[in-house]
Every structure is written in structure tokens, then in C-alpha cells.
């Protein structure tokens, strides 16, 4: 009956084909706009944007790099011309840097520059705050002792600096090594080697203690690619002057000269490290009341001789009159 319908010359037939087709383009744009993410060009254009913006801060940071890079060559050039690195003086320096967690090549370039520039620094600061603004009214004899000891404080710093940063990280590591000993120890009883389980437990500390997390990946790495893994042992202990890392490295030692159970070792090690920890704190509790000693003499007692005696010699001075 539809083929004799005529709408504008078309039959039943053929309007029945246009509406299916219509609803199914409909159906297909809907179906599309819903798998569409939504603001997908605006999406594209921030990726565009942040894609840019990072290549942008890379080339600057290459640019700071190479700049950085050339600076330190020139420092590198300059002390070479004075034999500053070399001698027992640099190999300590780079001995308190590496202990202080200053492990980049150019770290003894650049404590070594600071050596030689600070006092001249502190001195001419000093000097011109003394001799040109006269910030201080000091003696004739006064004003040059202090500009000698500007410039003595300048040559000290440097030193001062690395022995409080090495002092803080031994601290760090010391906290952190019995929880790190409790995570080896699992991992060997697991079954993992001494490479692996080191690996682990930096992977595990990264967060708690980076400062042990990085020794230990360090570690494992040089025990996979040096040949000698004694060496790869003594360079921890060397990285380090933490008692507890010679304990451990004398551990990891027999382990591998003697074959000697490496999971025991590390619990009687944990167990001695948190003694340890113990008796500090036991030693800092009883040495409290000592320490509270002078602020109790000095702040509690005479306010309390106040509110005692105070009433009876308000008293003694009114019956006086």
C-alpha cells in the first residue's frame, strides 16, 4: 500500500529509506558524541601548550646547564694554575663533601673556590663596615683585630658548613638504619640476594630516609659493576662515618668471604641499633633534671618565694608604720 503513496515524487518505499537513514545518522552522531571526550580540542590545544612550555624549560635548563658547565670549567682552569686540587688538602675536602652528601664532580671545584674567596669576602665587608660606615664604635686597636677575625670566620666557614651537614646526615642515617636492617632482613629471608635486597630496601626507604635509600641503591650498583665487591662494601663505609654502616659492611664482609647466615647477622645488628637507640634515650631522660636545675633557681623559685613571703612582708611593713 506504501508504494502508492507520492510525496514529492517520492514513493512509500523510497520515504521509509530516507527516515531509517536519517534516524541512523542521528543515532551514529549521538553514539560518537558520547564516546567524544569531552573538550577534546581545547584538551589538545593545553597538551599543545604544556608540551611547549615544558621544551621551553628544558632548552633554559640546558642553557643554565651548559652556562653552569663553563663557569665551573673556568673555577677548574683557575685552581688548576695554583695546584689547589691536588694534595691531602683536596682528597679531604672531597672526603667531608662526600660525607656531607656533595657528590657531584664539580662540588670540590666549587668548595674549594668559596675557600679561597670567602675570607677575602668577609674580610673587605668587614673592613668597609668598620673603616668607610663606621656602623660599629670600635678602638684603634679593636678595628683591625676584627677585620683579621672576618677574615678568619670566612676561611672557617666553608668547613663549619660541611661538618654540620655531614653531622645532621650521620644523625638521618643512624635513625633510619634499624628500620632498614628490619626491611634487608625480610628480603633476605625471602630469598633475594644481597644485590637485590638492597635494591628493595632503597626502593622501600625512598621516602622515609632518602639519604639511606641512596646509599644502598649506590651500593648495589657498584656490586653489580665493579669487580671487586669488597671494594664496592669498603666505598659504603668510606660514603659514610656512621658506626652502625661499619657494622653493617662487616656484616655484608663475612657474608661474602665466610658464607656466613647474613639474616642473623642483621637481626642481632637491628637488635644492638635500637639498644643503642634506647640508652640515648635513657641518658638524655636522666640528665633532665640536671639541665632544669638552673631554670627551676633562676625562673620558678623566685616567683615562688614572691607568692609566699609577699603577704607576710606587705604585713611586717604596714605594722612597721
Known sequence: MMDHIFILGLTGSDILSLVGGAAALIVTVIVWSALLPAESYAGRLRALEERRTT????????????????????LRDLLTRFDALKGETSAKAQRQL??????GKDAIVIFLFLKMCLPMAFGLVASFLIYVLKVWELS??????????????GWAAPDLFLK??????????ARALPE???????CVE????????????????????????????????????????????????????????RGLVNAFRQTEKFGTPLAQSLKVLAAEFRSERMMKAEEKGARLPALLTVPLMVFILPTLFIVILGPSIISVIDTMK
Do not use: W, Y
Not at 98 to 103: C, D, L, V
Not at 142 to 147: E, F, L, V
Not at 180 to 186: A, P, Q, R, W
Open 55 to 74: 621544551l621551553k624549560h628544558e632548552l633554559l635548563r640546558r642553557d643554565r646547564r651548559s652556562r653552569r658547565i663553563v663557569a665551573t670549567g673556568v
Open 98 to 103: 662526600m660525607m656531607a652528601g656533595f657528590r
Open 140 to 153: 684603634d686597636l679593636m678595628k683591625p683585630t676584627s677585620a683579621i677575625g672576618s677574615v678568619l670566620l
Open 164 to 173: 654540620n651537614m655531614a653531622q645532621r646526615r650521620r644523625v638521618v642515617i
Open 180 to 186: 632498614g636492617l628490619d626491611l634487608l632482613t625480610i
Open 190 to 245: 625471602a630469598g633475594l640476594g644481597l644485590d637485590a635486597a638492597l635494591t628493595r630496601v632503597a626502593k622501600e626507604l625512598r621516602n622515609l630516609c632518602a639519604e639511606l635509600s641512596f646509599e644502598l641503591q649506590l651500593t648495589a650498583i657498584e656490586l653489580t659493576f665493579l669487580p671487586d665487591r669488597q671494594a664496592a662494601l669498603e666505598n659504603l663505609a668510606t660514603r659514610n662515618d656512621v658506626p652502625g654502616i
